[in-house]
């Protein structure tokens, strides 16, 4: 049991750097297609083609998970459940807390909250393909972020 928890764990944290390539190099480069909507700044309501990206590893994730059980390996549920709980996280920062898809946090003044939205919204000051950055959603972006956060909350 220990070790599918461990395991999950490492597999939480390996998914930010690989959603990370995956946004800057797939999303940004020859799947621009799918994620370009997601950059229009007119009011978007329901689902952007964007979601596809969420559709395929929550897929992905499922299947992992299905597979896992099913066979009774650990390594294979272990993985599924890494990857469950990152989507959970992505889905919580990227759409709930920076673009307000339901819209339940009001006002935020944790730093970590401050700095994942003040990222994402640098990330998206640019609405084209090329020239972006912060392309992590949970914790990989720049330090400055986290920094300007903790001031500002500390000043509240």
């Known amino acids: 049991m220990m070790e599918i928890f461990l395991t999950s764990i490492v597999v939480f944290l390996l998914m930010e750097p690989i959603v990370w390539l995956i946004h800057k190099y797939v999303m940004h480069g020859f799947l621009w297609v799918l994620h370009e909507d997601h950059h ?6 329901g689902l952007e083609k964007n979601d596809i990206f969420v559709l395929f590893f929550a897929l992905v994730s499922i299947a992992l998970l299905y597979l896992g059980f099913k066979s009774g390996n650990k390594l294979t549920l272990s993985i599924g459940i890494g990857m469950t709980i990152y989507g959970f996280a992505y889905f919580t920062m990227h759409d709930v807390l920076s673009h307000r898809r339901i ?21 998206h000051k640019n609405l084209e393909k090329d020239n972006s950055e912060c392309f992590g959603f949970v914790y990989l972006f720049p330090i400055k972020y986290y920094k300007l956060s903790l001031k500002k909350s500390n000043a509240i």
Do not use: D, G, T
Not at 40 to 45: E, L
């Open 40 to 45: 229009k700044k007119y009011p978007k309501k």
């Open 103 to 123: 819209n339940i946090f009001k006002n935020p003044k944790n730093f970590y909250f401050l700095a994942v939205i003040r990222a994402h919204k640098q990330h």
